[in-house]
């Protein structure tokens, strides 16, 4: 299984961006994908899931502000995230994992992206 983000940058608060994961390997219809973020001297902490269903999960400081989605037929899967914070500054990591439990534990993912940075200061 291979995962490539890409879509980060530098954006100033309150701006948007959007992140992409293209994944091979493994058809998206058979596993949970996930975004995870991980800022300097913080632990990994848990963005958004979509489980094979297409059904959404997201963590309590990004609910309200980001969306995932996934194209099966594309294999990729998106992070649009908006209103952006200087807080939501971090690397961002795209996750894949079999089976739809746990899915906010970082443990529990098996298959990981490079990650890609975003950076929100004005």
């Known amino acids: 299984v291979q995962l490539v983000e890409s879509g980060g940058g530098l954006v100033e608060p309150g701006g948007s961006l959007r992140l992409s994961c293209v994944v091979s390997g493994v058809a998206l219809n058979n596993v949970t994908m996930a975004w995870f973020r991980q800022a300097p001297g913080k632990e990994r902490e848990f963005a958004a899931a979509?489980?094979?269903?297409?059904?959404?999960f997201y963590g309590d400081s990004v609910r309200d502000r980001f969306t995932i989605s996934k194209n099966n037929a594309r294999r990729t899967v998106n992070l649009q995230m908006n209103t952006l914070k200087p807080e939501d500054t971090a690397v961002y990591y795209c996750a894949a994992k079999y089976g739809p439990d746990l899915y906010a534990q970082y443990i529990h993912y098996k298959d990981w992206g490079q990650g890609t940075q975003v950076t929100v200061s004005s």
């Open positions: 979509i489980w094979a269903s297409g059904f959404q």
